[in-house]
């Protein structure tokens, strides 16, 4: 079988990595609700001080003190296909800092989510783009300071990988991401899988588009479209494969960060939902 996966939200649950960079992020916007929040914890104690303490302890403090907000993070998540969507997120969570039972998928549904994301990346340009290198250079700094903390925000959904590791010999198999490329390929070795880093089809520099980039691999590996599989836990990445690859076979992983309302999108657009890698091979 020729398999690619999306790393965050099927092999990876990331939440944490996200709430610590954002977090850390937003140290650099003092105006803002989250800052304010920041300047009494100790969450902004382990950011000024991050290679004294243990990653164990480091950990600890962050689950503690900021549960809501990784709960906001995993929530919204399956709207965050890049970069940019991480600045609108977190701008709807500063907005609403003080009041977060109002951010819920009946207010925040696909249309609302796409028209303040429209509104907002065109009126804070100059902000979006401060956000972004803000967000690259927070992950580089949390990852060189201390490394072992850093992948613990990085959590292996287990039985997938476990399994992974079970039929990866036997299968072509091939990360596609957006996110970068050497922060995946450190989890990884970290953790003994032993994909090559000439399968892992990540971000570098630019924007991955994964509907265009599923071509180029398909052309890479030399097989047709309809023998790749798929599987991703974002609707929207997998809408677009399958306009610019209609051929090539989807999936959309429950586990990972996405809501009823995308699953059964997903089923309305012929994509299969799947419980776990196994059914894949069924």
Known sequence: MNLLLDFDGVLFDSSWEVTAIILLTYTNFPDS???KYLKSSNTIR???NIGKYSPEHAFLILQNENKKINNYFRKFRTYCIDVDDFFVVSSL?????FDLHNLTYKRINDDFYYNYKRKL???NNENLKKFINLFYESRRYIKENNEEFWIKLNKPFEEEINFLLQI???HNIGILSTKQKYAIISILRYYNIPIENDKIFAKENDFIHKGKKIKEIANLWSVKEEEINFVDDLIENLLKVKQYAPKVNLFISAWGYNNYNHRNLAKKNGIKVINSLKELFK
């Open 168 to 170: 990866y010999n036997y």
């Open 93 to 97: 969570l500063d907005n609403n800092f």
């Open 46 to 48: 382990i950011f000024e």
């Open 121 to 123: 990346i065109t009126n």
């Open 33 to 35: 609700n989250i800052y």
